[in-house]
C-alpha cells in the first residue's frame, strides 16, 4: 500500500475510528485500525467486535492494499502534526511507514487476516432518522440505563415505534427516563435495545452529521449509514420490562416549580443528605408549602422551602438525590410538573411546557 492523503481528513477519520478500538490482551488486533486502500478512496475501519464503524475519505492511491496498526499511536503521531498538510502513508516491511515534508516514522503492524469482519446489516427497508434527533433520543434517556451488566435489558436503551415517533427509553429500576421524537417514515418495529455502552460511541460517531442517516435493522445488529461514515452496533436479545404498568394512572398531589429553584434546592440539600443521597419532599397544598428536607447525624440538616403551585393531598416522601437531578438537562422548560400517586409509587417529572419526555423516579424505603 502506497497512498498520499491531506492531514485533516486524515486525522478527522482515525480520531472517529480510534474511539472504537478496545484494549483486549487476548485479541490485541481490537486496538487497531485497518486501513484499506484502493479506486482513490482510504476506508479506515475499527471494531471491539460489539461496535464496528468504517469511515472512507478520498486519497491517491498509488499503491492499493492494507495494513492494520496501532489506532490511538496512528492517531496521537497524525493529530500532532501541526506544519504539514499532506502525508504519505506506505507499507514498508510490513510496517506502516508515515511521511511528511518535516517528519518521518514508521508504526508496527499487525496481521490483516487477524482483523474481524464488520457485520453489513441488510435490510429490505431501511428507514431514515434525523441524526440530531437520534442523538437527543440518546442523550434524554441514557443515564437511566443500568451501568451492570447483569441484566442486559436493563444496560441497554430501548427504541419502539408508535405511529409517527420513536420512543427511546431507559431505567436502571429505580428511575426511568421516555423520551417521544417525532419521525416522519420510519419502519415499523416492535423494539431495539441497544447496548449503553455502545450508545456514547454512536453519539460520537455521528455528532458532526445535521442531516438524516440511513437506518438498517436486524434481529443482531443495528446499523447506520451516511455519505462516508457506517457505523454498526449489536442489539440486545431480550423483552424489555412493560414499563408502561408502573406509570401511575392517578395523581393525588401535583406540584409545579421553576426547574433552576428545584436543582439549586437539591444541590443545597444534597450537602446534608446521608450516605443514601435521601432528600425528603414534604408537599402541603393546604398550607401552600413546599419543602425539601435533608439530615445527615455527622454534618447536620437543611430544610429549602420553595415557591410552587400546588393541589391535591398533603404528601411526603423521600427519593435519592442523584436519581432527580440527573433528569434536568433533558427537560427544556423552564418550569416542572412533579406528580404522586401513592407514597409507594413513584414520582412522575415532566416539563411543563413539554410532553415528550417523563421522568419516574421510585421512593426510598424508609
Known sequence: MNIECIKEKLSYAIGKAEKITSKNITLPIL???LLE???SILTIKATNLDLGV???IPVKVIKPGSVAVSGSVLYNFISNITNDKNI???VVSGNLKISTKHSQSTIKAFGVNDFPNIPKVSSDKPFTFNVPNLIKGFKSVMYSASVSTIRPVLG???LASEEDSVIFVATDSFRLAEKKV?????KEFTQILIPFKNVNEIIRTLEDVKDDVQVYLNENQI???YNDIYLTSRVIDGAFPDYKQIIPKEVKTEAVVLKQDLISSLRISNIFSDKFSQVTFHVSPKNKTFKIMTKNMDIGENTNTLDAVLKGEEMTMSFNHKYIIDCFNSIDSDSVTLTFADI???MIVRGVSDKSFLYLVMPMNK
Not at 182 to 186: A, D, L, T, Y
Open 54 to 56: 468504517e469511515i472512507t
Open 344 to 346: 409507594s409509587k413513584p
Open 88 to 90: 504519505t502513508l506506505e
Open 37 to 39: 486502500a484502493k479506486d
Open 31 to 33: 486496538s487497531c485500525v
Open 182 to 186: 417525532n419521525v416522519k417514515k420510519h
Open 223 to 225: 446499523a447506520f449509514s
Open 156 to 158: 441497554s436503551v430501548l
